[in-house]
């Protein structure tokens, strides 16, 4: 089986499952959060993520950031940034936001030739903002309700609109593209350790401050969601209209 078939399989499997436990899950009237009606799964879905997170990942992060110096590391981050704003200028049009699909457009040509193919971040210096969107964001500026809740194995949390807006991102990732397929990979992993490798210090205020992780996490995703579909500026959402 060659890697490319493995790891579609391997995505189409979890999120498939994460959609066969949502709808097989019984819910209760009485659910604490109206926007989690499957949190009795997702709190054990959590539980493993965040023991493969502290058994492996994390102790990778951190042998990352002792070892990649500084320069360099914020050097990987530039470049993996420069292509999420490739990603972001087609959702920016698809959203009719044209005004930051262009200055993501300028972002990139500055960044991928003054900045040695976004090795420096050249276009934030001078003033030039992102305006990073994903294909979620899309569908919830096109009205799509944001569904339950949802913990993915392996790459936590996410709800039903979301969960599906995370498989037209990959289709359109620039680091799909790259070939062959174990270098894909290899850069794939990458990217996902330095950006877990970026969170160390905000995950460690988290486990100090929160007293219940799994709602700190859920609380945390959700706000931040609703924030970034209407661009920092939600309308009021009245929960006890939500129950």
């Not at 490319?4 to 066969?20: D, E």
């Not at 003054?114 to 294909?135: C, N, Q, T, W």
């Not at 959700?222 to 129950?243: A, C, H, N, V, W």
Request: charged letters at 25%.
């Amino acid at each position: 089986m060659s890697y490319k078939r493995f790891y579609r399989q391997l995505g189409m499997l979890l999120l498939l499952s994460s959609m066969l436990l949502a709808g097989c899950a019984t819910t209760h009237a009485d659910y604490a959060d109206p926007r989690d009606p499957l949190e009795s799964y997702n709190r054990f879905m959590y539980e493993v993520n965040d023991t493969l997170d502290d058994a492996v990942v994390k102790p990778l992060a951190k042998g990352y950031k002792a070892i990649v110096p500084t320069p360099v590391d914020r050097g990987i981050t530039n470049v993996f940034n420069n292509l999420v704003d490739l990603t972001s200028i087609l959702n920016n049009l698809l959203q009719f936001k044209f005004e930051h699909a262009a200055s993501g457009l300028g972002r990139v040509m500055v960044n991928s030739t003054f900045g040695i193919l976004g090795l420096i971040d050249v276009a934030s210096v001078h003033d030039m903002p992102r305006y990073k969107e994903d294909f979620g964001q899309t569908l919830g500026r096109w009205g799509v309700a944001p569904g339950p809740y949802i913990v993915l194995p392996l790459l936590g949390p996410s709800g039903a609109r979301d969960a599906f807006g995370l498989l037209a991102d990959w289709y359109i990732d620039p680091v799909r593209q790259i070939n062959p397929e174990r270098e894909r990979w290899g850069v794939a992993g990458l990217r996902g350790l330095d950006q877990r490798a970026d969170l160390l210090s905000a995950s460690k205020v988290m486990e100090e401050a929160a007293l219940d992780k799994y709602e700190f996490h859920r609380d945390a995703y959700l706000q931040k969601r609703r924030s970034d579909i209407y661009d920092g500026d939600p309308p009021f959402e009245d929960t006890e209209d939500m129950e």
